[in-house]
């Protein structure tokens, strides 16, 4: 069974500074893994989807990575703003045939200050 | 704009009610989901559809009903027989005509019991 971990659960951080929100997952045999915000009462809006064959995408000031063989994914954000606070999630979509399970992690909550 | 509508952005419950949450999209999306998001957990899945007229369970289905008469509309119905039902619940949608494509999100109905 898919188990997803996001460390850490929450992350405090002055305005400016770049940081690193860690996700891994248990099993390696993935076919994508999507990052995701979440504001404050809203539903899940797509940052970032990288394909097991990717190694990193970017988009803007967002950059994530995928390491398959160690189960492991990065979202990097480089000098963060107060509007990037949210809850930030990842998603992992198994690499199986007929439908596919999304397991998501908890997510990471972050607070940029001001 | 192509999207997911949720509604009602908030629902209470009284004990022994049932009560439906809307979930529409106009994406023109195959496959849509009902997910629960509870404080300190990923999102759980309760019912996915792939295709008009079929739906099947997902882990947290006891409680629950939903239909699939319209590709655009995939209600979710909460029973009296769901006895913990305080929730947000998300829905989303996927273009399944390849593979590993991202899922889109509503906005969210957080649910209450009287």
């Known amino acids: 069974k898919q188990e997803v971990t996001q460390i850490p659960a929450a992350l405090s951080v002055p305005e400016g500074e770049n940081l690193v929100l860690n996700c891994s997952f248990t099993?390696?045999?993935?076919?994508?893994l999507q990052w995701f915000r979440q504001d404050p009462g809203k539903g899940l809006t797509s940052l970032l989807l990288?394909?097991?064959?990717?190694r990193e995408q970017t988009s803007g000031r967002l950059n994530a990575s995928l390491d398959k063989s160690s189960g492991r994914s990065t979202l990097y954000i480089a000098a963060s703003q107060p509007g990037d606070s949210a809850t930030y999630l990842c998603?992992?979509?198994?690499?199986?045939?007929?439908?596919?399970?999304?397991?998501f992690g908890i997510g990471t909550k972050l607070q940029v200050i001001p | 704009d192509g999207g997911i509508t949720q509604s009602p952005k908030y629902l209470f419950r009284k004990e022994g009610q049932n009560v439906t949450l809307s979930c529409e999209q106009n994406?023109?999306?195959?496959?849509m989901y009902w997910y629960r998001q509870d404080p300190g957990q990923g999102l759980r899945l309760i019912y996915y559809?792939?295709?008009?007229?079929?739906?099947q369970k997902g882990d947290i289905a006891e409680g629950y009903s939903v239909s699939r008469e319209k590709k655009e509309s995939f209600p979710l119905t909460v029973t009296s027989a769901q006895k913990n039902p305080t929730a947000f619940y998300l829905c989303?949608?996927?273009?399944?005509?390849?593979?590993?494509?991202?899922?889109?999100f509503g906005d969210g109905t957080r649910l209450s019991i009287l």
């Open positions: 989303a949608s996927r273009n399944v005509g390849q593979r590993g494509q991202p899922q889109h």
């Open positions: 099993d390696s045999a993935i076919y994508n």
């Open positions: 990288i394909q097991s064959s990717q």
């Open positions: 998603a992992v979509n198994p690499n199986s045939g007929g439908y596919q399970k999304v397991t």
């Open positions: 994406l023109n999306h195959d496959a």
């Open positions: 559809s792939q295709i008009v007229n079929d739906f």
